[in-house]
């Protein structure tokens, strides 16, 4: 049982850890998470200036959130064969 | 006598020439064309851009009160970032794509045309219909003729002339049924449209 809880809390770390680092190293964005940036060009021609799009990944606070949500779960998960044992005594 | 009746002639067939109507095609095969627009939400503003643009623009150079046609966007090339914005944009809460797969602006009346050169501004009148709801709406446009410049586009394959569009307007959602005072802590209902288009009329 306590191997299973080492998992779960392991598990939690790794989540945690890995969202924020992916979330750091990847710009710290502030806003939603996108899944293409846009960077402008000027059409020559006609002088209209349009966006390129180009497909990225970008986490925002939305993916930061989720994970740190997603990590709080598994920990809080971890005590639930705690809470059986207490329940069956 | 004949001398003067040819002069005045030609002169008359090269006003004719002048001013002769000029049909501009918006299919944009480079995706230069397109659509920006932006509404205020609390993390961040949410800022998209639509590219499926179509429609023509009869217009005559030299009258440019005379300008009539009907630009025509795919509701479903609006694009956001955000995947999950996305869907619920196109979806039946939002924009309905699936019923509504057209918003389109049916010029009416040109308004207060003033020319320098071959730039022009005017408001332009027009029926704007989204997601089923058509309603009359007047946008400011900067005009810019561009004679000859097609074949610079084209890498010399077409010939034409070029007529480049410039608009920026305000909308509101609720106006068109969309969500109409919901949702407002989320997404505003000022929409905020920037346009910027160019048409081709090919030489024959």
């Not at chain 2, 005045?8 to 002769?20: D, I, R």
């Not at chain 2, 619920?88 to 020319?115: C, R, S």
């Not at chain 2, 410039?166 to 959602?173: A, D, E, K, S």
Request: proline share 4%.
């Amino acid at each position: 049982m306590n191997l299973f809880r080492l998992i779960l809390r392991l598990l939690a770390l790794f989540v945690l850890t890995t969202c924020v680092a992916w979330w750091f190293f990847a710009g710290a964005d502030r806003g939603w998470t996108k899944t293409y940036v846009t960077r402008s060009a000027v059409d020559e021609v006609t002088g209209i200036s349009y966006d390129i799009r180009e497909d990225r990944f970008v986490p925002g606070m939305d993916f930061l959130v989720a994970g740190c949500g997603l990590s709080f779960a598994l920990v809080a998960a971890s005590f639930l064969p705690l809470l059986w044992s207490k329940h069956k005594l | 006598m004949k001398i003067t009746r040819l002069l005045l002639a030609s002169t008359l067939l090269a006003t004719a020439v002048q001013a002769e109507e000029l049909s501009f095609d918006f299919k944009d095969p480079k995706g230069v064309n397109h659509i920006v627009f932006t509404m205020d939400a609390p993390l961040e503003s949410i800022s998209g851009t639509a590219n499926g643009i179509t429609g023509t623009i009869s217009a005559d150079p030299n009258e440019p009160e005379e300008i009539e046609g009907k630009i025509v966007v795919d509701a479903k090339s609006l694009s956001v970032p955000n995947p999950v914005m996305q869907e619920h944009m196109l979806g039946a809460d939002w924009l309905d794509t699936a019923k509504h797969p057209e918003i389109t602006f049916e010029i009416t009346e040109v308004l207060n045309p003033k020319k320098q050169g071959n730039e022009g501004t005017a408001d332009i009148k027009g029926t704007f219909t989204l997601k089923g709801v058509a309603k009359e709406i007047t946008v400011p446009a900067k005009v810019t003729y561009l004679p000859g410049r097609l074949a610079d586009r084209t890498n010399g394959q077409m010939q034409g002339d070029l007529l480049v569009v410039r608009t920026n307007f305000q909308l509101n959602r609720g106006d068109f049924g969309i969500k109409a005072g919901e949702a407002l802590d989320k997404v505003s209902d000022t929409i905020n449209v920037s346009l910027a288009i160019a048409g081709a009329a090919p030489k024959k």
